[in-house]
């Protein structure tokens, strides 16, 4: 029994290692009800992964910070990778803004590590349905289509967060079947909840449900049940109104967190951040070498003359643009396969021949002269990388990827559309 147990913790160990930690990224609130809310559902997230590190910051209020928790995460994990999931319900300023600065923080204290940051939590049909149990939770003898609910969102300065509140308001009316959902909002924009609980008198209201649209206990929970107790003060012999309970530490909402988080991971298998800073050379007057002369070296060497390069060439045989190309002058021509030495006195070395071994000797005479090296088989034998790029509104355009050059040209292509777009306004 004694053998078994370190090899079992070494099978952990292992397992830990090949899966990235989580951070989940949590309001942060004064109420401990609602921080130990949080800390519940992390612990139900370990639960559904017991192979993750999962680690809890806030973005105010309660400690730790997102920083800390991203900086400890990333320093415990095998290759500095980070999974941040944001517990938002709304793209609103901490989405935005907040959480990716402090996830900067947290990177800038481990050099090298990389951070997928996942979409926010809503809108998700999973949550859609956990603030239709809550609802249907205080329905008691009342029936959906009776029934007209307001449901509350905390409001914001981005009008396209609380439209996402008001398409949910819609899409719970079409799926609960109730009379009718009307938005309310506590902070910035309205209605308020005073003023739709008004509106939905004025329209025939006789059963109402309030139903806060928020993850935890805290101010938000606190100030909903105030306004709608200080709503019925003001107007006795008003329909009964109920208030339906926040989403709270649930499987339910466990499952979506885990969804995020895999989203995420997946991200980091896939690359994650491209290892490159991405720069611009000024090339005009300096000499470049082009190990190769095929089509692959053609279309980089027309790229390089358009940039004012001097192009020498070193290849058995050339395409016959790049015959025309040499016959006319404007670039040199060696006509023999690469020999130590051919890097001397070049600025800018690109391997592009059909043979690896080849491309590997460039590269690595050019990384003992200290001159940067494109290899076109293997972009990460090389000390640089060359971007798909276009020309669009007077800009050159680059996009450097990671193993998916489709994608790559895609956003490429993207870019350059957006640019045209708005140079046309």
Request: hydrophobic share 45%; with cysteine; aromatic share 4%.
């Amino acid at each position: 029994m004694t053998e078994a147990r370190p090899t079992i913790e070494r099978v952990r160990q292992a397992a830990r290692a090949a899966h990235p930690p989580l951070v989940i990224a949590a309001h942060g609130t004064r109420d401990p009800e609602g921080a130990a809310a949080a800390r519940a559902l992390t612990a139900l997230v370990r639960a559904v992964l017991p192979d993750v590190t999962v680690g809890l910051g806030f973005v105010e209020l309660t400690e730790p910070g997102i920083a800390e928790a991203v900086a400890a995460a990333a320093a415990g994990a095998e290759r500095g990778a980070v999974v941040v999931v944001p517990l938002m319900l709304g793209k609103g300023g901490h989405v935005r803004r907040d959480i990716p600065e402090a996830i900067e923080a947290g990177r800038a204290r481990v050099p090298g590590s990389t951070v997928a940051y996942a979409p926010h939590l809503g809108p998700d049909p999973a949550l859609r349905t956990i603030t239709l149990q809550r609802i249907r939770a205080v329905l008691g003898d009342w029936s959906a289509a009776s029934t007209t609910v307001v449901l509350v969102g905390r409001g914001c300065s981005i009008g396209e967060t609380n439209a996402e509140h008001a398409a949910l308001a819609r899409l719970v009316q079409e799926e609960g079947g109730f009379a009718q959902v009307l938005p309310a909002y506590l902070q910035v924009t309205g209605p308020d909840l005073a003023q739709a609980l008004d509106q939905v008198v004025r329209l025939g209201a006789e059963r109402i449900v309030v139903a806060p649209n928020f993850l935890f206990p805290g101010s938000m929970r606190r100030w909903t049940h105030e306004q709608t107790a200080a709503w019925r003060d003001r107007h006795p012999g008003t329909p009964d109104v109920r208030v339906a309970e926040v989403v709270g530490p649930c499987p339910e909402l466990a499952a979506v967190v885990v969804d995020r988080y895999r989203a995420g991971a997946r991200r980091l298998d896939d690359g994650g951040a491209t290892p490159v800073y991405l720069s611009g050379l000024v090339l005009r007057g300096r000499d470049v070498l082009v190990v190769g002369g095929g089509r692959v070296a053609q279309r980089r060497i027309v790229a390089l003359l358009d940039a004012g390069a001097r192009v020498r060439v070193v290849s058995p045989t050339l395409t016959p643009v790049l015959s025309a190309l040499e016959a006319s002058g404007r670039i040199s021509w060696s006509a023999r396969a690469y020999a130590a030495g051919d890097v001397a006195d070049a600025w800018y070395v690109l391997a592009l021949t059909d043979d690896p071994a080849v491309n590997t000797r460039v590269a690595a005479e050019a990384e003992t002269r200290h001159v940067f090296c494109v290899r076109g088989d293997h972009a990460a034998g090389g000390s640089a990388w060359t971007p798909a790029t276009g020309r669009s509104g007077g800009m050159l355009l680059g996009v450097i990827g990671r193993r998916e050059p489709r994608r790559t040209a895609a956003v490429r292509d993207a870019l350059v559309e957006a640019v045209r777009t708005l140079a046309d306004r």
